[in-house]
T-cell receptor
Framework: AQSVTQPDIHITVSEGASLELRCNYSYGATPYLFWYVQSPGQGLQLLLKYFSGDTLVQGIKGFEAEFKRSQSSFNLRKPSVHWSDAAEYFCAVGSRYSSASKIIFGSGTRLSIRP | DTGVSQDPRHKITKRGQNVTFRCDPISEHNRLYWYRQTLGQGPEFLTYFQNEAQLEKSRLLSDRFSAERPKGSFSTLEIQRTEQGDSAMYLC??????????????FGPGTRLTVL
């Protein structure tokens, strides 16, 4: 069965510092991989996705993520965080073989920014 | 605004009451999804529609839950005889549908349900 693990429940970084949020997935083949961000009172917003090809994907708001098949990981990075990046971040997988495009989410990592 | 909308945004009810939520998808999207998100967790898939047909239901969707999409446009999610464990954020998403390439799901702001 597909599953997603985000080992860090809460991370605090200083504004301007670099960020890496960890994500590991379990899936029989290469899934579709996503990172979403959720701010209070806002809906989930897609930051970036990986389907195939280049394993380093660029997203919105200066985020990037790297797919590492050998480690079953899809970590999210940003070189310099801004106070507005404080939010909940979810890693997710989708099946290539389901027409439903159902998404399985991790439990999330809450990001706080230290001024 | 042409995004996914949900109504109401907040609902407080007493245990045992019935509640109904509405989702209006992006107009050209033929797929509509419902997810439930409890505190400290990621969203969990509940069900999805392709046009008016409900094609998949999660085992999380007990018989107290029913979802409809009568004309293939808006959808309603009803919970009967609510329990405190139903307290959660209910998220709706929509996407284009079809074979082949994955179609991005766009999420609404959610309806937060509190059962007292």
């Amino acid at each position: 069965a597909q599953s997603v693990t985000q080992p860090d429940i809460h991370i605090t970084v200083s504004e301007g510092a670099s960020l890496e949020l960890r994500c590991n997935y379990s899936y029989g083949a290469t899934p579709y991989l996503f990172w979403y961000v959720q701010s209070p009172g806002q809906g989930l917003q897609l930051l970036l996705k990986y389907f195939s090809g280049d394993t380093l994907v660029q997203g919105i708001k200066g985020f990037e993520a790297e797919f590492k098949r050998s480690q079953s990981s899809f970590n999210l990075r940003k070189p310099s965080v801004h106070w507005s990046d404080a939010a909940e971040y979810f890693c997710a997988v989708g099946s290539r073989y389901s027409s439903a495009s159902k998404i399985i989410f991790g439990s999330g990592t809450r990001l706080s920014i230290r001024p | 605004d042409t995004g996914v909308s949900q109504d109401p945004r907040h609902k407080i009810t007493k245990r045992g009451q019935n509640v109904t939520f509405r989702c209006d998808p992006i107009s050209e999207h033929n797929r509509l999804y419902w997810y439930r998100q409890t505190l400290g967790q990621g969203p969990e898939f509940l069900t999805y529609f392709q046009n008016e047909a409900q094609l998949e239901k999660s085992r999380l969707l007990s018989d107290r839950f029913s979802a409809e999409r009568p004309k293939g446009s808006f959808s309603t999610l009803e919970i009967q005889r609510t329990e405190q464990g139903d307290s959660a954020m209910y998220l709706c998403a929509s996407s284009l549908g079809g074979t082949g390439e994955y179609n991005e799901q766009f999420f609404g702001p959610g309806t937060r349900l509190t059962v007292l």
